[in-house]
């Protein structure tokens, strides 16, 4: 009688166990270590005709995962580079796009500028501050004059936002003349800022109009009937 099953020896069994800490790194996990293995296998094929098929039929197996995508050209572009990635760039077969190189992926974009990081008085934004440096380099002129009354009013604004509920002038004008560094001086100005009582108006309107998601709006409940009002009684003419 042909024996069909082995018995294992469970000592051995035990020793041959894997574990992921002395697995190899999966470059993309998503995938699985499965198709990474076929990867590895496929890489070491030594025919060319042999790695080609294989390496196109992992491509299938790749876009099984997203069958809707499975067909589109931008999404087969995105396979194949995974396919060069996961074998770390050692698998050699013919691509229908061009291959990608570590060098490329490695590259890191430029660090951003930003334009403020700790600005003094953070009530009023960087906004604020890149309008004054705009304002400085402003011929003299009526043009200017308008345009560093309004940044003047926005502060103004801002400041009642964030602070009080009342500020003089003189206060708006002495930040106006720090933050331009003395190039827009106001203080000895006749110049009136808009009413704090108007200013205060504007900010609460727009506030109302700003509601938190999932808040339910008040509706006017003057002809909606509630579940527990009484209907009003009705003579009914039939009745003896």
């Known amino acids: 009688m042909i024996e069909k099953y082995k018995k294992e020896n469970a000592n051995d069994v035990v020793f041959n166990l894997e574990y992921n800490s002395e697995r190899q790194h999966l ?56 396919l060069f990635i996961m074998s770390d760039f050692k698998l050699d077969v013919e691509s229908p796009y061009p291959i990608p190189s570590r060098e490329v992926l490695q590259l890191k974009p430029d660090v951003l500028k930003y334009p403020q990081n700790y600005p003094k008085y953070r009530y009023y934004g960087n906004n604020i501050k890149y309008m004054i440096d705009v304002a400085n380099k402003w011929e003299e002129g009526e043009m200017k004059n308008a345009l560093v009354l309004v940044i003047a009013n926005h502060m103004k604004k801002s400041y009642l936002s964030w602070n009080k509920d009342t500020v003089k002038d003189d206060v708006i004008f002495e ?43 008040i509706q006017n409940n003057k002809n909606v009937k509630g579940p527990g009002k009484p209907k009003p009684f009705q003579k009914n003419n039939n009745q003896k």
């Open 175 to 217: 930040h106006l003349y720090e933050l331009s560094d003395g190039k827009i001086n106001l203080l000895q100005s006749s110049e009136e800022l808009l009413n704090t009582t108007d200013l205060l108006r504007t900010n609460k309107r727009i506030s109302n109009k700003i509601t938190p998601a999932g808040q339910p709006k």
């Open 27 to 82: 470059i993309i996990p998503e995938y699985g270590r499965h198709l990474q293995k076929l990867i590895d296998q496929a890489t070491a094929i030594e025919d060319v005709e042999q790695r080609n098929k294989a390496a196109k039929y992992i491509i299938q197996v790749m876009g099984s995962l997203n069958p809707h995508l499975r067909d589109v050209p931008d999404f087969q572009h995105k396979l194949w580079d995974q």
